[in-house]
């Protein structure tokens, strides 16, 4: 039974830095397309980033440069740094894990076939 577990979430002023944990298991972890998406109060869930089995990263353009995600295989656990962060980065963010190798840029949704539960960050002005 595949198991997405997130954690790191919390509360932080403008320009503070964050760093989620996605720990994996019930699954070969290092085959799979694995994403972080967000979903704020009032709006669809919305893809963040991406890492393909390769270490291929594809980045929405609005966390470009301010985000980088990360995975280490030995541990099973798949990471989200943020930096520079902004009011509007406020969501619920989900770890997520496709059935492919490749994730083709950032997936929607759809596109993904295994969820966690997510885990609030908060970002006050």
């Known amino acids: 039974q595949v198991q997405l577990v997130e954690s790191g979430g919390g509360s932080v002023q403008a320009g503070g830095s964050l760093r989620l944990s996605c720990a994996a298991s019930g699954y070969t972890y290092s085959r799979y397309c694995m994403g972080w998406f967000r979903q704020a109060p009032g709006k669809e869930r919305e893809g963040v980033a991406a890492?393909?089995?390769?270490?291929?990263?594809s980045y929405a353009d609005s966390v470009k440069g301010r985000f980088t995600i990360s995975k280490d295989n030995a541990k099973n656990t798949l990471y989200l740094q943020m930096n520079s962060l902004k009011p509007e980065d406020t969501a619920m963010y989900y770890c997520?894990?496709?059935?492919?190798?490749?994730?083709?840029?950032?997936?929607?949704?759809?596109?993904?076939?295994?969820w966690g539960k997510g885990t609030l960050v908060t970002i006050s002005s």
């Open positions: 997520a894990a496709a059935r492919a190798a490749f994730c083709w840029g950032v997936p929607g949704t759809a596109g993904m076939d295994y």
């Open positions: 890492l393909s089995s390769d270490g291929t990263a």
